[in-house]
Structures are given as structure tokens and as C-alpha cells.
């Protein structure tokens, strides 16, 4: 029966799973054990032969929990060790349960035969009845069963925990190569496209002697067009690779709210990807959160998701909004862009008075869980338990009673089947009670087997209760089954003893399965986890590196291709140099894309800072460089924040002057670009601030951004110790809040 308090998500490791395969070794064993002791006084040497014999047992059984057990010829060794106790020592030929499961695991089907024919001709000889014979036999296949499964179930953990990484990463290879195969299509035609046509322009664009023609400014238009298209396409296809993740406006969420003094409180509980609704709740988030800066009076903020009820769930609370126009404004924007996916979004004040924007929207589908086949083998076998159980019960039930077995049998193993095999919650603790009362009150009138639904149950109890009070459960059963079945046997302590270890025995193998296979499915959750988490990873790092580094050179070759359009006619030597500029930063950007496959760009921040200066420059502004060699493993983070900026001052100010410094000192590399031209205002970078403080995160270091003076400082620090271990949770900083409107990302 699945956990009734819940699950208890403790982290099973290697050494739990083997002492569950030695404890069934070792209960299966258990009882023959205490008869060999209980000889040891009237036969001194046959009493310590058969303990002797069982404790190798337990011993050579221990050897399967691997995949390889190694040398083969130790079955032949287990086999005529029971053999002997059960031939000249007289042990019950239970026993030969034990060499039953290696048989199983090795697939020796003749020895299994033989073993079982023998086991018969054995119980023969000793003039056991027919019906006692066939119960000693579906004892050895029961005991052999539940032994190989547990043993399977113990090799399956072991191989999903050691796969798990490799097939996360498996993952993230496919999705890399996926991603990789669609940027070719578009954004790689259209780079080789403007490749092309600036070199064709470079060649038709008139020298001085030659007077200017008109199919030289169509052939600029075309590739500006071009440019355009691309620049539209690779931002688009950003979009979308974030829109997966709500990872991205989350880390600019809290380092908007933290450069406003609005203390974050972010709680993720979805899982992810999200699919293309992604986008919308993204930009419910950033709209929200954006909203709540702009007011102004807020000092706390509670961001949150969850999945209820198959939908993914935001809730955006802050209490600084003293009336709920807000709300109106946000609703009026984002909810038909929210229903168009099929969404719900309501803003508004709560009860307590804080404001409250909640956006809802269908949870991607989980694909439907597959069992591997060992898993279905084991849950089989479960069955198999039941169904002998069954029989054994139903074969020694005085006929008066029959009835009552046949109802007992049915109703109980009924819930077993729907409480543990399906692993239903609903009505849990109805059915073990009526359990419980099943497995105690018929003892005295359905036989000596019924014993096996008190272990039945305790195994039940020990996998469905914290631990503790399991075990306090179990063990309460077995003993008040003990006391129950031993008063009828009439054989006073020593058979309310074996009555008592027997449900133990059950009930070990039976939690047993029951833990190892939802340990197993657990093991393929997490696995499925790590998966999903990689994708995503990846996901996002193509989208940064698509707005990072090819976005901005994509806007570089549109600024210069704008600027070849004007000098065409005036200026056509510096014309004909921008188109060269132009062909060789397609041709980079080709390369980038293709390094998309890999892990990632590596920027060579010397040929950034060029690259920088020269864009800057053919824009009209007197560029001062202050630069100190960094490693290039710090100049390729640094590289993605230069770019970032030099759009920055491009796009949101009238810029004549940027002054761009390197520095390096105390273990930290710094770079600093400031500018003038900055219009009223305006208090905090462009739109890349959001994937820059996620990247600059991830590296260990900081950003910075703000007036100063009357300029514009975008400030970057990166530990230069590149081998330091990444900090997710670093602290972001902006140096004012966002000014209404602009995006996190």
C-alpha cells in the first residue's frame, strides 16, 4: 500500500538496497536457523552443522545483489549445501528455496527441474502427505520467486542510479544536436546570404571616378533587408528557446526587485518545460514584477508557481498597492494574451490587503511512466505471491469455513492488488484497518496458512508508515499473530516463536518488493528529472548565446549596412571597408552558430574589444580603450557583457564619447564601459540586463549598471580563479530600479 503520510524522500542508497536483498536471504533462512539451535542441546553436532549450513547460505546468496556474481560453479557449491541439510540433516525443504532463486537469476532451467522433483521425491520418502507435499512445494517456488525478484529489483536500482547522469546527458546531447540542425536552416542561410551579398555590393560600390547608379543603393537595401530579417529570425528563435523556462525572469525578477529594496521571496514549484505558454506566464512575470517597481511603496514580494489540478499556477503578491487599479491596467494588457493560450489571470487586493496578480495555464502532459521489464517481472511475481498464497490458504480451510476463506481471500487481497501493486492513495487508510481486522480476527478459523496475510500486512504497514511507527506497527501484527496462531497450534512459547518469525519472514519479503519498486520508479523519475533539467539548461544557453552573440552581431551588421547606405554616394572607400566589415561578421557569426552544437562560444575578448571599438567608431563615436591582458576563459565572459553594452549605448543613448577599461586586481578581472549622451531619465541598462546578471551568476561574478555624473556605467566583475565552482544564487545588483516598461530580459 503506497505511503499513507506521503512519501518520505529519503535518498536510498547502494548500501540500503543490499541489506534489504540480505535480509530476505536471511529471513527465508530465519526459520530453519531457530530449529537448528533448538537441536543444538539434544544433538549437539547436527544442531551446529545446520546453523553452520544456513549461515553459508545467507553467505552465498549475498553474492547476487551484483550483476556479476562471479565464479559460476558457487550455485553447484549452494546446491549441495541445502541438499545435504535438507538429505542427511533433515531440514524442511523450504530451504530449497534459496538455491531455487540462483537457479532462477542464471536461467538453469533443467537444475531448477531437478531441484523441484527431488524436493517432491524427498517429502515422499518421509511419507508426507499429498496435500502437506504440494504446500512444501509451493513454499520452495514462492520463496525462490520473491528472492529473484528482490534481487532484480536490487540490480535494476543499481544500473537506473549509475545510468541516470549519462542518460541526462544523453538528453541534453540529442536536444544540442536538435537545436543545432534548426538553426541551420534559417539563421545560417540568411548569415551566408548577407556574406554573399556584401561581398557582390563590396565589388558594384562606384569608386571616385564613377558616377553613382541606382542599382548600387537597391543592392544596399537588399542587405539591409536581409540583415533585418535575419536579426528578427535569431531573436525570435531566443524567444522561443526561453520560453521553456521561467528560470530566466525569475533570476530578473529577483535582481530587479533587490535593485528597487523590495525584498524577493521566490518559490518554484512547477516542473518544467513549461511548452509554448512559457512565453505568456514569462511575460505576466515580467509585467508584474515591473509594475511593482514602478509603484514604488512596495517592501516585499512573493513570487510563486505550482502545479494544481494539470495547470501551471503564478502568483505574483506584493504590499505596497493601496487600491487595485493596478490590477485593472494589468488586466487589460495581459489577459487576452493569457486566454489566447487557454489561461485564466486575475488581479486584484486579498483579503489581507496585499495585491495579488495570479496567471494560470495548462501544464505540459508528463509522458505516461514505462516500467522497464524487470520491474513488470517483479510486479508479476507479486501477483504470483498473492495467487499461492490463495491456494496454500484455501487448501488447508476446514470445508464448513470455505466460504468464509473464499470471501476473506478475495476481499483482502483485492486491496493488496489496488493499495500496493496499483499503488492507489485514495481510501488508504479505510482499507489497511479493514486490513488489519482481515489478517487477525479469522486466524483461529482459516488454518495454519492464513498466517501469511499478517505478514502480508506488516509488510504493508512497513512500506505505507514512516518508519518508525511501520515498524512499530509490524511488529505489533506479527506478534498478536503469533500469539493468535500459536494458541491454536496448542504448542505453547516455541510455536507462538515460529508462528511470529514466519510473518516476519513474510513480512520482509514482502516490503521488500514493495520498497525496491517504488525506489526503482523513483530512481526513474529523478532520472527523467535530470533530463528535463538538462534540456532546459541547454535550452537556455543556446537562447543567451543567440541573444548575446549572434543577436548583437547581427545588430552590428545592421548598423554598418545602414551606415554603407549613407556613404554609398559621399564616401565610397569607407563604404566599400563597412561592407568588408560586414563579410567578415557574418562569417563569424556563422561560426558562432555552428559552435551552438558544441558547449558553447569561446570568446577571444581582444578581437571583441576590435570588434567593439570599430562598431562604435563607425557610429560616430571617439572611443577611449584602457585594457589589460584577462585569461581567456574570463575574457569569454567578459567578451558577452561587452557586446551587451556596446548595443546598449548604441540603441538607448546619443552617445559621443565611451571610454571602455580592462582591469585586473585582488583575484578579480573588471570591465567598465561608460558613456555620455544619456537621455533624461533613464536609470538602467538595456534588455539584455536580465540574461547578462544570469550569466554573470553563473560565473561567480557581478553587474552593475547606472548613472554616474552624467554618464552611463555599466560595471562587470568576474572571478579571474575560472576553475572556482559556479554560484547559482549569487547576489545580482542593478544600481537603480528599471524605469516602467522595460523587460527583464
Given amino acids: 500500500m503506497r505511503g499513507v503520510e506521503g512519501e518520505r524522500g529519503r535518498d536510498v542508497g547502494p548500501r540500503v538496497v543490499r541489506v534489504l536483498v540480505v535480509a ?30 544456513c549461515l553459508a547460505l545467507v553467505a552465498l546468496q549475498s553474492r547476487h545483489h551484483r550483476d556479476h556474481p562471479g565464479w559460476a560453479g558457487w550455485t553447484a557449491v549452494e546446491l549441495v549445501v541445502a541438499l545435504l541439510l535438507v538429505g542427511p540433516l533433515g531440514v524442511s525443504v523450504g530451504l530449497l528455496c534459496l538455491p531455487t532463486a540462483s537457479l532462477l537469476l542464471e536461467r538453469r532451467l533443467l537444475p531448477l527441474l531437478l531441484l523441484i522433483a527431488g524436493a517432491g521425491l524427498i517429502e515422499t520418502v518421509r511419507g508426507t502427505g499429498p496435500r502437506d507435499a504440494v504446500d512444501l512445494l509451493l513454499t520452495i517456488a514462492l520463496g525462490g520467486a520473491m528472492l529473484y525478484a528482490v534481487i532484480t529489483l536490487a540490480r535494476l536500482a543499481d544500473r537506473v542510479r549509475a545510468a541516470r547522469l549519462a542518460l541526462a546527458a544523453s538528453a541534453v546531447t540529442d536536444e544540442r544536436l536538435r537545436i543545432a540542425s534548426g538553426l541551420v536552416g534559417a539563421l545560417d542561410a540568411g548569415l551566408a546570404g548577407i556574406s554573399d551579398l556584401a561581398a557582390r555590393r563590396n565589388t558594384s560600390v562606384p569608386d571616385e571616378q564613377t558616377p553613382p547608379a541606382h542599382h548600387h543603393t537597391s543592392l544596399l537595401d537588399e542587405l539591409i533587408s536581409s540583415a533585418r530579417r535575419t536579426l528578427a529570425a535569431a531573436r525570435a528563435t531566443a524567444a522561443k528557446l526561453r520560453s521553456l523556462s521561467l528560470a530566466p525572469e525569475a533570476a530578473s525578477a529577483r535582481a530587479l526587485l533587490a535593485s528597487a529594496g523590495v525584498a524577493a521571496d521566490l518559490r518554484i514549484g512547477h516542473r518544467e518545460p513549461l511548452g509554448p505558454a512559457g512565453t505568456v506566464l514569462a511575460t505576466v512575470l515580467r509585467e508584474a514584477v515591473t509594475a511593482v517597481v514602478r509603484v514604488g511603496d512596495a517592501r516585499r514580494c512573493e513570487v510563486a508557481t505550482e502545479e494544481r489540478a494539470g495547470r501551471v499556477v503564478l502568483r505574483v503578491v506584493s504590499d505596497g498597492v493601496p487600491t487595485a487599479a493596478l490590477g485593472a491596467d494589468l488586466l487589460d494588457g495581459l489577459a487576452e494574451r493569457v486566454r489566447a ?96 481486522v482481515l489478517a487477525l480476527l479469522p486466524l483461529p478459523w482459516l488454518g495454519r496458512n492464513w498466517i501469511g496475510a499478517a505478514g502480508i500486512l506488516a509488510g504493508s504497514l512497513l512500506f505505507a508508515l514512516p518508519l518508525r511507527a511501520g515498524a512499530t506497527a509490524a511488529g505489533a501484527v506479527a506478534v498478536a499473530a503469533g500469539v493468535i496462531g500459536g494458541a491454536v497450534g496448542g504448542d505453547g512459547f516455541w510455536s507462538v516463536l515460529l508462528t511470529t518469525v514466519s510473518a516476519l519472514v513474510t513480512c520482509t519479503v514482502v516490503y521488500a518488493v514493495l520498497r525496491l519498486v517504488r525506489l526503482v520508479r523513483e530512481l526513474q523519475q529523478a532520472t527523467a528529472g535530470l533530463a528535463r533539467a538538462g534540456v532546459v539548461a541547454e535550452r537556455l544557453r543556446a537562447a543567451r548565446d543567440l541573444h548575446d552573440l549572434l543577436g548583437h552581431g547581427l545588430a552590428a551588421i545592421l548598423l554598418k549596412a545602414e551606415l554603407a547606405r549613407r556613404l554609398v554616394e559621399a564616401d565610397p572607400p569607407r563604404c566599400r571597408a563597412e561592407l568588408a566589415d560586414i563579410g567578415r561578421l557574418a562569417e563569424r557569426g556563422r561560426a558562432e552558430l555552428g559552435a551552438l552544437a558544441g558547449d558553447g562560444p569561446r570568446l577571444m575578448f581582444g578581437s571583441e574589444l576590435a570588434s567593439a571599438a570599430a562598431v562604435l567608431e563607425a557610429a560616430a563615436i571617439t572611443v577611449e580603450l584602457e585594457e589589460e591582458p584577462v585569461p581567456p576563459e574570463t575574457g569569454a565572459v567578459l567578451g558577452v557583457v561587452l557586446r551587451e553594452a556596446v548595443t546598449n549605448v548604441l540603441r538607448h543613448s546619443r552617445a559621443e564619447h565611451v571610454r571602455i577599461a580592462v582591469s585586473t586586481a585582488a583575484g578579480t578581472a573588471r570591465l567598465e564601459v561608460e558613456n555620455d549622451g544619456v537621455p533624461e531619465g533613464v536609470t538602467a541598462p538595456g534588455s539584455g540586463i536580465g540574461g547578462l546578471s544570469v550569466r554573470l551568476a553563473e560565473a561567480g561574478g557581478t553587474l552593475t549598471a547606472g548613472p554616474d555624473d552624467g554618464w552611463y556605467l555599466l560595471r562587470a566583475e568576474v572571478p579571474l580563479r575560472t576553475e572556482a565552482p559556479l554560484h547559482a544564487g549569487a547576489p545580482l545588483h542593478t544600481k537603480a530600479p528599471l524605469p516602467a516598461g522595460t523587460p527583464l530580459h
Avoid: N
Avoid at 405 to 419: E, K, M, N
Fill in 341 to 436: 493560450v487557454g489561461g485564466r489571470l486575475t488581479a486584484g487586493l486579498e483579503a489581507d490587503g496585499r495585491f495579488a496578480v495570479e496567471a494560470s495555464v495548462a501544464a505540459t502532459p508528463a509522458p505516461p511512466p514505462v516500467d522497464p521489464p524487470e520491474l513488470r517481472t517483479a510486479l508479476g511475481l507479486y501477483w504470483f505471491l498473492l495467487t499461492v498464497f490463495c491456494l496454500r490458504v484455501l487448501m488447508f480451510v476446514p470445508p464448513s469455513q470455505l466460504a468464509l476463506g473464499v470471501v476473506c481471500t478475495a476481499v483482502f487481497c483485492t486491496f493488496q492488488a489496488r493499495f500496493s501493486i496499483l499503488d492507489a492513495t485514495r481510501y488508504a487508510r479505510p482499507a489497511l484497518l479493514a486490513s488489519t
Fill in 24 to 53: 530476505v536471504v536471511a529471513a527465508l533462512a530465519s526459520a530453519h536457523l531457530l530449529k537448528g539451535l533448538g537441536r543444538v542441546p539434544a544433538e549437539p553436532v547436527a544442531g551446529v552443522a545446520v546453523v553452520a549450513g
